[in-house]
C-alpha cells in the first residue's frame, strides 16, 4: 500500500485534496495504481455528509461543502489529522467489515501509541472516549465501484474556540469533541501522529484488498 504524504504542503485547500483523492480512486478501482493512503491537513472546512439535518447547521451563514461520504456535518482544518483509505476491496459487499476495519485500526493506533481508553460505541461511527462520550476521531466513508473513498480525521490539536463552532458535530447533540493534546497527551504534532496512524491501517486495511485475495489465490493454485 503506497501512501500520498500531503502534510509537507501544510494546510491544503479541501477542495484540491478533494480532487487528489478522486483522481486517485479513478487509478486504484481500474488497478492503474496501487491502494494508496492519502494524509492531509486542511484549511479550516466544514463538510456536510449525506445525513446532515439542517439543525445540524446551527450557523445558516457558514460556507459548507457538501459531499457525498457517510456522517453528518464536521469541520477540518488546523491540527487535526486527515487520511483517506483508497483502497479496491476483495468484497466490496462487505461494508461493515471495511468500516469496523477503519475503527479497529484508529482504536488500535490511539490505545497503543498514546495509552488513551479509546473505544466503538455501538450506533455511532468513530473512536471515542467515555463519560462523558466525545469524539476523538470521525469517521466518515464511502464504497463505490468496489473501491473506498474519504475517511478519519482525528483530532490532534485543533483550537476548538474555532473549530467546531457553528455546527452540531456529526449532528450529535448529547456528545462533545476530543484531542490527543486536550487529552494530556503532550508535544505531539500531526506529523507525528501520521507514522503509527499510517502502520496501522496498512496492517488492517490490506488483508481485505483486491491483490491481498488474488495473491491469497495465487499461491494456493
Not at 483502497?87 to 495509552?115: K, M, N, Q, S
Not at 465501484?145 to 456529526?170: E, K, Y
Amino acid at each position: 500500500m503506497q501512501v500520498k504524504n500531503l502534510l509537507d504542503r501544510g494546510l491544503i485547500p479541501y477542495m484540491e485534496g478533494d480532487r487528489i483523492q478522486r483522481e486517485t480512486f479513478d487509478d486504484v478501482k481500474v488497478s492503474h495504481c496501487d491502494d494508496t493512503l492519502i494524509v492531509a491537513q486542511f484549511e479550516p472546512t466544514y463538510t456536510a455528509g449525506r445525513r446532515t439535518k439542517p439543525e445540524d447547521i446551527v450557523d445558516a451563514d457558514l460556507p459548507v461543502i457538501s459531499v457525498d461520504r457517510g456522517g453528518s456535518v464536521t469541520w477540518h482544518g488546523p491540527g487535526q489529522l486527515v487520511i483517506y483509505p483508497i483502497i479496491r476491496l476483495a468484497d466490496p459487499t462487505e461494508t461493515i467489515g471495511y468500516i469496523r476495519a477503519v475503527e479497529a485500526a484508529v482504536i488500535e493506533a490511539v490505545r497503543t501509541t498514546w495509552h488513551l481508553p479509546v473505544v466503538r460505541i455501538e450506533g455511532k461511527a468513530g473512536v471515542w472516549l467515555r463519560d462523558p462520550d466525545r469524539k476523538l476521531c470521525a469517521i466518515g466513508l464511502k464504497v463505490a465501484q468496489g473501491a473506498t473513498m474519504h475517511g478519519l480525521a482525528l483530532n490532534v490539536n485543533p483550537d476548538f474556540s474555532r473549530a467546531f463552532t457553528g455546527i452540531i458535530p456529526c449532528g450529535l447533540h448529547d456528545c462533545g469533541v476530543a484531542s490527543l493534546v486536550g487529552e494530556g497527551v503532550d508535544g505531539v504534532s500531526v506529523a507525528d501522529a501520521a507514522d503509527p496512524l499510517i502502520a496501522s491501517l496498512t496492517a488492517h486495511l490490506e488483508p481485505l484488498t483486491y491483490s491481498a485475495h488474488e495473491s491469497e489465490l495465487a499461491a494456493t493454485k
